[in-house]
């Protein structure tokens, strides 16, 4: 059983940047891909991006201004998110599972709590 924590969250004014970090506080999510899926209010979840286990590493986010990285060896995957607007405003919910698309079709295993992220103009 693995249990997500995101952190890293906050508020933020336009254009600036924010790293969310996921951690696996119980058990390991090498052999997972790990994913970011966001819900902003009022709102559907709505994906972001997911990064693949090694080897391959395919990430695919959905804003050219995210980055979604991972180091196995701390546990970690993160989210970098540049020029950000008030549209990015939502809950950022980290996920996990062995299959990729299970994270793309917002059906994955493993979920996080959710960090908000709130961005003012």
């Known amino acids: 059983q693995v249990q997500l924590v995101e952190s890293g969250g906050g508020s933020v004014h336009a254009g600036n940047s924010l790293t969310l970090s996921c951690s696996a506080s119980?058990?390991?999510?090498?052999?997972?891909?790990v994913g970011w899926v966001r819900q902003a209010p009022g709102k559907e979840r709505e994906y972001v991006g997911v990064?693949?286990?090694?080897?391959?590493l395919y990430t695919d986010p959905k804003e050219g201004r995210f980055t979604i990285s991972r180091d196995n060896a701390k546990n970690r995957v993160y989210l970098e998110m540049r020029s950000l607007t008030p549209e990015d405003t939502a809950v950022y919910y980290c996920?996990?599972?062995?299959?990729?698309?299970?994270?793309?079709?917002?059906?994955?295993?493993?979920w996080g709590q959710g960090t908000q992220v709130t961005v003012s103009s």
């Open positions: 996920a996990a599972d062995s299959m990729l698309i299970n994270i793309q079709y917002l059906r994955p295993k493993y």
């Open positions: 990064i693949a286990r090694r080897p391959t």
């Open positions: 119980r058990g390991t999510f090498s052999d997972l891909a």
